[in-house]
């Protein structure tokens, strides 16, 4: 049995924009975090002409691998009225409801200005009800182990890697590193009072190349993986498994 702490809760509003720490979270059994992935940022030459019915993949999106210069971007988001503000170098510049036409259009409208040299077509935040835009199709949870991260960073890459490279949901303090791949398909992962299954390690793409402060492509996350650790895996997926609250600080158990 190995035992960590949930160190911060992350999650990502807007899919391919920054994420957002959280104090706690509401977790509901086979579900993600709530407005986690909500939202998803394309245009008709990214997504074609049939438009957005459902969960599509990320492929799809703008996202730090095809446009880069959204980790330029700060974001906050209100749950409560569905409202993203959008920052950069510290200063706001605008802010929206993403569930209102106006406030849609706003956020859309500095976006065009702010990609047009790097995008074809016209920015549009979309959602779908009752999706999350996930890379999976299943409402998968990801949980980072920050001692993996510092020993690839440490060892194999030679420098500092930060793990918001990982957009992950929990990230986790006081396992031993890279412990997280060993845990089994179905074993059940505690987080204070919530239970989770293990579902399958998270294979890296290139988007985790991109510096999330610089927005430049500085580390092949991917061949430094493979050619380190002989696999491509850094962190985990979970499903959760029961319904309650989790807090920064939790004990996490496995087993």
Not at 35 to 40: E, F, M, P, S
């Amino acid at each position: 049995m190995a035992n960590g702490e949930l160190g911060a809760i992350m999650r990502y509003p807007v899919k391919g924009l920054r994420g957002v720490e959280m104090a706690s979270a509401t977790i509901d059994a086979q579900n993600m975090l709530q407005h986690d992935r909500r939202y998803v940022l394309a245009t008709s030459t990214s997504l074609g002409q049939d438009g957005l019915a459902g969960w599509a993949r990320k492929r799809n999106f703008l996202q730090l691998v095809n446009t880069p210069k959204l980790a330029e971007l700060g974001i906050d988001y209100d749950d409560a009225t569905t409202t993203l503000t959008i920052s950069r170098n510290g200063r706001t510049i605008c802010k929206g409801n993403l569930e209102e036409a106006m406030g849609r259009t706003v956020i859309e409208d500095f976006l065009s200005a702010f990609l047009k040299n790097d995008i074809a077509g016209s920015p549009r935040i979309m959602s779908v009800p009752g999706t999350h835009f996930s890379d999976m199709e299943q409402p998968y949870i990801s949980l980072l182990n920050r001692a993996s991260i510092q020993d690839f960073g440490d060892r194999i890459v030679g420098q500092f890697v930060d793990p918001m490279r990982f957009r992950g949901n929990f990230l986790v303090d006081g396992l031993p590193a890279w412990s997280e791949l060993e845990w089994a398909e179905n074993q059940t992962i505690t987080l204070g009072d919530v239970t989770f299954r293990m579902v399958h390690p998270i294979t890296r793409c290139k988007a985790t190349s991109i510096n999330p402060d610089t927005a430049q492509s500085d580390i092949n996350v991917p061949l430094l993986l493979r050619k380190g650790m002989n696999h491509l895996f850094m962190g985990v997926y979970l499903e959760a498994t029961g319904s309650g609250t989790v807090k920064a600080g939790d004990h996490l158990t496995v087993g």
